[in-house]
């Protein structure tokens, strides 16, 4: 069974930094394409970046600002966030891409307010 548990997230002020983790479990962490999304209150769920390997990817409204990362031993993804903007309050979701199916984690809230 595919399992993606994420972790932090919270409330933080603008310029400032957050870091998500999200263990996942039942995959082959090495040929799985992992990302991370997010959706905004009355908005379409959204790609933030990507990673696959050694390669990654970034929407281009958090490029140099968020940066995705993978421990595959320890079959782990994270995402730090710097230099945190209002726009960027959103859930943000966890996503594993793995043998044709997309596995999902719960979310978890991510609000930037003064």
């Known amino acids: 069974q595919v399992q993606l548990v994420q972790s932090g997230g919270g409330l933080v002020q603008p310029g400032g930094s957050l870091s998500l983790s999200c263990a996942t479990s039942?995959?082959?962490?090495?040929?799985?394409?992992m990302g991370w999304y997010r959706q905004a209150p009355g908005k379409q769920r959204e790609l933030v970046a990507t990673?696959?390997?050694?390669?990654?990817h970034y929407a281009d409204s958090v490029k140099d600002r968020f940066t995705i990362s993978s421990d595959k031993a320890k079959n782990m993804v994270y995402l730090q966030m710097n230099s945190l903007k209002p726009e960027d309050t959103a859930v943000y979701f966890c996503?594993?891409?793995?043998?044709?199916?997309?596995?999902w984690g719960r979310g978890t809230q991510v609000t930037v307010s003064s």
């Open positions: 039942g995959i082959f962490f090495s040929v799985a394409g």
């Open positions: 990673i696959r390997g050694a390669s990654t």
């Open positions: 996503k594993a891409a793995y043998r044709g199916n997309d596995y």
